[in-house]
Every structure is written in structure tokens, then in C-alpha cells.
């Protein structure tokens, strides 16, 4: 068994990609640019400092990517309260933490985000860390969060839970695995050639099928 769980926190434990994507296409659209909502999607697990020049160009991100991240940010908290764990969400925690394994909850947000978070799934005094947009330089599908994620765990021995292809390739790039679900919307096929090991349809499903992962 892994001595650690790194644990993804919006789309994985909390749904939230599609405010975020939402919040994503109302920010562009205060700056005159209008992108499909569907083209947002399949960038969200993707940090805003990658997001906006993945979506448009490096010309965007250097004349109005900041402008662009703070108008997100307020456009998603405008959407905050209509977020809800997803099912199962702190259950899983309790798993591995009786399993006995060190958890780390996943996140670059904001802090005040990650702490609105932490309240829904009532998980501040059974995870043993987290992390916010404070630790790290450069997002998902970039290491970085992960690699920030292992340190706090105090353990090399670790596996991811996430919902995305960004996710997976962070994941991979950080040397873990990862065990994916199909709450972030990527397909199951998608998931699996961007590193997952296995995937299931929630984390539901996941739960009743731990033993045949490497969360085992």
C-alpha cells in the first residue's frame, strides 16, 4: 500500500469545473474575446497561469492574463455557493485514513477557495495537509503542484486521485500514478492515454473498488 494519497480537489472532490468554466468564459468575453464554453472545459484542471495562453495565444497572457485571472476569480466566487461535494468525496478520505495513509488534499486555488473547501467536505482535522496556489510557480499540467503535494505528505511512496488528463500528465511527470475518475468530464479513453492506471465513473465506484488499485 502507498504510504501517501495526494488527492485533487476541484472536479475530484468537489464539483466545480463547470462554474469554473463558466466563470472562465464570462472573464474572456469582459475582454472582448468569446471562446466556445466547451473549448474552456477541456482546458479546466489546467492552472490560469497555463489556461489563457492554451486557449489563445502568449499574446493574450502577456497584454491581459492577469486582468483575465482576477476577473475569473470574482466571477467564480459570484458561483461558489452553488458547489457541493460530490458524492463519496469524504468518505474516500476517511478510507484512506484508516487504511493509514498520509493524505494530501491537492490544490492550487486560491487560499480561500481551498479553505471554503476544506468546510464542505468537513475534512480540515482528517487530512494531515493541503496545498494552495502559494506553493507553487507553474500549474497542472506542469508538476510543480504535485511534486508540493508529495513534500507535505513527507512521503516519496504516493498516488494520485484526479479527474483530469492534467491531472495524470502532472501526476506522471512527478513519477506517481494516478487513479482517475470521470467527474472532471474527460472520457475514460482520454484519461488512460494521458498516464491514469485505471479509471472509474466516480468516487463512489472507485471506493468499492480500491483494492484493485494502486491505492491498495
Not at 2 to 30: K, M, S
Not at 104 to 132: C, M, Q
Not at 189 to 210: P, T, Y
Request: charge should be negative.
Amino acid at each position: 500500500m502507498p504510504t501517501a494519497a495526494i488527492l485533487d480537489v476541484d472536479g475530484t472532490l468537489v464539483d466545480t469545473n463547470y462554474q469554473h468554466a463558466l466563470a472562465w468564459f464570462r472573464a474572456f468575453r469582459q475582454h472582448g474575446i468569446v471562446l466556445p464554453i466547451w473549448r474552456i472545459h477541456r482546458h479546466i484542471g489546467m492552472g490560469g497561469d497555463q489556461l489563457i495562453a492554451a486557449l489563445t495565444s502568449d499574446e493574450v497572457e502577456e497584454q491581459k492574463g492577469d486582468d483575465l485571472r482576477a476577473a475569473e476569480k470574482v466571477l467564480y466566487l459570484e458561483l461558489i455557493e452553488e458547489v457541493h461535494p460530490l458524492s463519496g468525496a469524504r468518505e474516500l478520505i476517511e478510507d484512506l485514513r484508516r487504511a493509514g495513509q498520509r493524505i494530501v488534499l491537492a490544490s492550487s486555488a486560491k487560499p480561500d477557495e481551498v479553505d471554503h473547501y476544506l468546510e464542505l467536505l468537513d475534512a480540515r482535522g482528517i487530512v494531515d495537509d493541503w496545498t494552495t496556489s502559494g506553493d507553487v510557480e507553474s500549474t497542472k499540467p506542469e508538476p510543480d503542484l504535485v511534486l508540493a503535494a508529495i513534500e507535505k505528505a513527507g512521503e516519496d511512496d504516493a498516488v494520485m486521485v484526479g479527474d483530469s488528463t492534467w491531472d495524470c500528465i502532472a501526476a506522471k511527470r512527478a513519477g506517481i500514478q494516478t487513479v482517475a475518475v470521470l467527474t472532471g468530464g474527460f472520457s475514460e479513453q482520454e484519461l488512460l492515454d494521458a498516464g491514469a492506471a485505471c479509471v472509474f465513473e466516480s468516487i463512489e465506484e472507485l471506493r468499492a473498488n480500491v483494492e484493485d488499485t494502486p491505492l491498495r
